[in-house]
């Protein structure tokens, strides 16, 4: 395939009748449009698309280089710091994060593109791959959370879910406004706990959502969720799936283990 057919590749993001007064800082923002285009041809999410940028930028201004002079030590010194320092990243995160260099890395050195020839004509130097097995974390665990953060206990969710619903009781008792958004809190706080939804697949979600379950007919029409906007595949919409309902959540106004009656006023 002819590289001014590929997207993202360098002969549709240059003009060649243009030259830079900088050529450096405007290759570097050519590659990062180039990049971007071929992962909207991807249909990649707007928001992991200006995670990626912002990381090859912050690599960029770290190391004082551009991608056409990155070497293996620099991506050793940028991650030894983001692990050693006040707030240390995540283990997930530093992978995820040398998974998207790893990415642009092989963007730019793929022929198809023309990065690599256009940087060692302007330059006489081609970017390479930096990231390899020896300088970056392999995914081996299922779970990579904090071993220090639990999770809550019966006890304490139930004492969550009784603090939620007092401060219901507390702000209509008084006569003051925000009823309302505090029984709004107080059902999410459940909902969240019953269905095992994500904050976004919660913040979409609609009184429409709720569903009878057959195998739950004691719940009514609480006995599951119609999650619409669940989390979605690389280059695809949205999923929408059923969430099953999981017994156990009961509080002061939801007497029992129903979450139905908990999504109802207080009496």
């Known amino acids: 395939m002819d590289a001014v057919n590929v997207p993202g590749s ?3 993001v240059m003009p060649g009748n243009v030259r830079a007064l900088d050529p450096a800082p405007a290759m570097f923002d050519a590659m990062l449009a180039g990049w ?3 992962q909207q041809s991807r249909l990649l999410a707007r928001k992991t698309i200006a995670d990626r940028m912002s990381l090859v930028r912050r690599f960029a201004l770290f190391n004082g280089t551009y991608p056409w002079e990155w070497t293996a030590e620099d991506v050793e010194a940028y991650f030894s710091a983001q692990v050693s320092g006040p707030l240390p990243l995540a283990h997930s995160t530093v992978r995820g994060q040398q998974s998207d260099l790893r990415l642009f890395c092989t963007f730019v050195t793929d022929a198809r593109y023309g990065w690599a020839a256009a940087c ?3 330059f006489g130097r081609a970017p390479v791959q930096v990231c390899h097995d020896w300088n970056t974390a392999d995914h081996v665990a299922d779970y990579e959370g904090r071993p220090g953060r639990r999770a809550l206990t019966y006890d304490e969710l139930q004492a969550l879910f009784d603090a939620a619903d007092e401060r219901v009781e507390s702000i209509r008792g008084r006569g003051r406004k925000g ?3 505090a029984w709004r809190d107080a059902v999410l706080l459940k909902a969240v706990y019953a269905y095992g939804t994500r904050r976004r697949e919660t913040a979409m ?5 709720l569903r009878h379950n057959p195998r739950a007919k004691a719940y009514g029409r609480f006995g599951a969720l119609e999650v619409r906007f669940g989390k979605a595949s690389r280059g695809s919409p949205p999923k929408c799936e059923r969430s099953r309902y999981s017994p156990g959540v009961s509080s002061r106004n939801s007497p029992g283990p ?3 009656r908990g999504l109802r006023w207080p009496a």
């Open 10 to 12: 360098m002969r549709l």
């Open 36 to 38: 971007t285009r071929q």
């Open 120 to 122: 060692l004509e302007e």
């Open 179 to 181: 009823v309302l958004s």
């Open 205 to 209: 979600l609609d009184l429409h959502d």
């Open 258 to 260: 129903g979450l139905g």
